[in-house]
C-alpha cells in the first residue's frame, strides 16, 4: 500500500519570502502526485498534480512541485509567498492503474507574517 | 456551478441522537467520498461510492452509515453519536475511478457532539 509523509506540520515564513513544503511517499509501483490546499473555514481545492511528462509542474497561484523519483518526494515550492497563501496543504498519492483512491498526508499549515 | 453541496454546515449532537449529513454534486461524477477531518490526522476515508448503487467502506466507518441515493446525492448517517465523531465532515466527488482525476471537495460540515 502507498503512504505520505508529510515531513513539516507547520511552516511559519515571512511574506515575500520563499518556501517549500516537503512530501514523501512510498509505493513499490508508479504513483499520481497531488497537492491540495485548504484554505480557512473551506474544502480542499487542487493546488496540481503530476500524471507523466515533466517533472516540474506548475500550478495555481504562482505554486509548483517537482517530482523526484529516485528520492520518491514531491515538494511544493513557491518563490514569494503573500499572506494570502496562509493554508494548510495537502499532499496526496493514488497508484496509477491501481486504485484511485488516494492517500492524504497530515497536511502541513503555512502561515505567512507581515 | 455550485459543485459539491453538502448541509448542514453546523450542527450540535448530543451523545445517542442520529443525524443525515447531505451531500449533492452537479457535475455528474461518478464517484463519490465521504471525509473526516481531525486535528493532526489529515483526512481519514469513512466510506466511497464508486458509481451509482454502490458503497464501500474506507478506513474509518465505524459507527457511520451512507446511503447513494442516486448518481447526485450521497448522504452520511449517524445512527447514534458519539462524543469521539466530533470532527469536519467533507463530501467529495470524482469523475469515474481514474486515479489520476481531480477530487472536488465540499465545504465541509463541523459536526460537534456533547
Known amino acids: 500500500a502507498q503512504s505520505v509523509t508529510q515531513l513539516d506540520s507547520q511552516v511559519p515564513v515571512f511574506e515575500e519570502a520563499p518556501v517549500e513544503l516537503r512530501c514523501n511517499y512510498s509505493?513499490?509501483?508508479?504513483?499520481?502526485l497531488f497537492w491540495y490546499v485548504q484554505y480557512p473555514n473551506q474544502g480542499l481545492q487542487l493546488l496540481l498534480k503530476y500524471l507523466s511528462g515533466s517533472t516540474l509542474v506548475k500550478g495555481i497561484n504562482g505554486f509548483e512541485a517537482e517530482f523526484n523519483k529516485s528520492q520518491t518526494s514531491f515538494h511544493l515550492r513557491k518563490p514569494s509567498v503573500h499572506i494570502s497563501d496562509t493554508a494548510e496543504y495537502f499532499c496526496?498519492?493514488?497508484?496509477?492503474?491501481?486504485?484511485?483512491?488516494?492517500?492524504f498526508g497530515r497536511g502541513t499549515s503555512l502561515i505567512v507574517h507581515p | 456551478n455550485a459543485g459539491v453541496t453538502q448541509t448542514p454546515k453546523f450542527q450540535v449532537l448530543k451523545t445517542g441522537q442520529s443525524m443525515t449529513l447531505q451531500c449533492a454534486q452537479d457535475?455528474?461524477?461518478?464517484?463519490m467520498y465521504w471525509y473526516r477531518q481531525d486535528p493532526g490526522m489529515g483526512l481519514r476515508l469513512i466510506y466511497y461510492s464508486a458509481s451509482e448503487g454502490t458503497t464501500d467502506k474506507g478506513e474509518v466507518p465505524n459507527g457511520y452509515n451512507v446511503s447513494r441515493l442516486n448518481k447526485r446525492e450521497f448522504s452520511l448517517r449517524l445512527e447514534s453519536a458519539a462524543p469521539s465523531q466530533t470532527s469536519v465532515y467533507f463530501c467529495?466527488?470524482?469523475?469515474?475511478?481514474?486515479?489520476?482525476?481531480?477530487?472536488?471537495f465540499g465545504e465541509g460540515s463541523w459536526l460537534t457532539v456533547v
Open positions: 457535475m455528474n461524477h461518478n464517484s
Open positions: 467529495a466527488s470524482s469523475e469515474d475511478g481514474y486515479s489520476g482525476n481531480t477530487i472536488y
Open positions: 496526496a498519492v493514488t497508484l496509477s492503474g491501481g486504485s484511485y483512491i488516494p492517500t
Open positions: 509505493s513499490s509501483v508508479s504513483v499520481y
